[in-house]
T-cell receptor
């Protein structure tokens, strides 16, 4: 299967700990996006990469959050000093550089901060 | 402020009947719209899209209608099947990244199709 994969699928952590999530996009896709989804809401944009360059970050991405895509392939999203408000589903999506607006989503990582 | 609004949190229909899911938007600069379907424990899956130069796009049982003057679009599913039970999100490309930036999603409508 060559879809978008995310690891881990679930993460439970204590407040104040750091967590890191990984996303492997569809191999030929140049663009990679991170979204966050909380209960009763649609996915909300966090940041995106074109190849290894991080081109945009939303206001939701506080300085405790950092994302990387070092070789233009997989990406990591790190949250430092987690807070209970960080509990959410973190979704990764990818899309080809040229073409339609469609983005292809992974299954997400569900983070629970206790 | 929500630029993409789905005002019905849930919808229940009988198998074989039509399901109509609605979406309103406030930004007149939006020129493309997408519908995604999401099952529990899975990521959203692209369903169908429409460009603002069209007022209708059809793909099998799924049809999306766009009314630009009303800033309204709707997704019709005919006939509805129990496997269509999922959360449906309306989305539009946002301001980041030019022509292929982020997507702005509505809050979703949970569709339940009863056998």
């Amino acid at each position: 299967d060559t879809g978008v994969s995310q690891n881990p699928r679930h993460k439970i952590t204590k407040r104040g700990q750091n967590v890191t999530f990984r996303c492997d996009p569809i191999s030929e896709h140049n663009r990679l996006y991170w979204y966050r989804q909380t209960l009763g809401q649609g996915p909300e944009f966090l940041t995106y990469f074109q190849n290894e360059a991080q081109l945009e970050k939303s206001r939701l991405l506080s300085d405790r959050f950092s994302a990387e895509r070092p070789k233009g392939s997989f990406s990591t999203l790190e949250i430092q000093r987690t807070e209970q408000g960080d509990s959410a589903m973190y979704l990764c999506a990818s899309s080809p550089l040229a073409g339609s607006y469609e983005q292809y989503f992974g299954p997400g990582t569900r983070l629970t901060v206790t | 402020d929500q630029q993409v609004k789905q005002n019905s949190p849930s919808l229940s229909v009988q198998e074989g009947r039509i399901s109509i899911l609605n979406c309103d938007y406030t930004n007149s600069m939006f020129d493309y719209f997408l519908w995604y379907k999401k099952y529990p424990a899975e990521g959203p899956t692209f369903l169908i899209s429409i460009s603002s130069i069209k007022d209708k796009n059809e793909d099998g049982r799924f049809t999306v209608f766009l009314n630009k003057s009303a800033k309204h679009l709707s997704l019709h599913i005919v006939p509805s099947q129990p496997g269509d039970s999922a959360v449906y999100f309306c989305a539009a490309p946002g301001q980041y990244g030019g022509s292929q930036g982020n997507l702005i999603f509505g809050k979703g409508t949970k569709l339940s199709v009863k056998p």
